[in-house]
C-alpha cells in the first residue's frame, strides 16, 4: 500500500481516503447523519478535490445526496489545508 501512496503523491495526490465517513467536515464520523462516501481524492494544488462515488446495477444517486456529499468535503478539504474551490463529484458505475 505504502508503494501506491508514493506513486500517488508524485502524480499530485496529496491525500486519498476510501470509505470516508464525515459529518459537519470532521472524519471520522459514525453519527446519524454523516455522509459516508466512497473515495475522497485531495490534490497537492490545493484547488481540486474528487468525490467518486461507486454504484451498481441501476442505483441512482439522488441530487441532494451529491449536493450534501460535497458541501461536507469542501469543509474537510478546507479544514485539511485550505483552498480547495473546486469539488468534482464522479459517479462511477460497476458491473
Known sequence: MDDIQSRLKERGVREL???????QGFSPSYTKGSSRIDVVELHRD???VCVYELKTGDATIPLDVVKRY???V???AKSKAGGYENIY???IRVP
Do not use: K, M, Q
Not at 17 to 23: D, K, S, V
Open 17 to 23: 481516503r476510501p470509505e470516508l465517513a464525515i459529518r
Open 46 to 48: 490545493h484547488v481540486t
Open 74 to 76: 469542501g469543509i474537510y
Open 70 to 72: 460535497s458541501r461536507e
Open 89 to 91: 463529484f464522479i459517479p
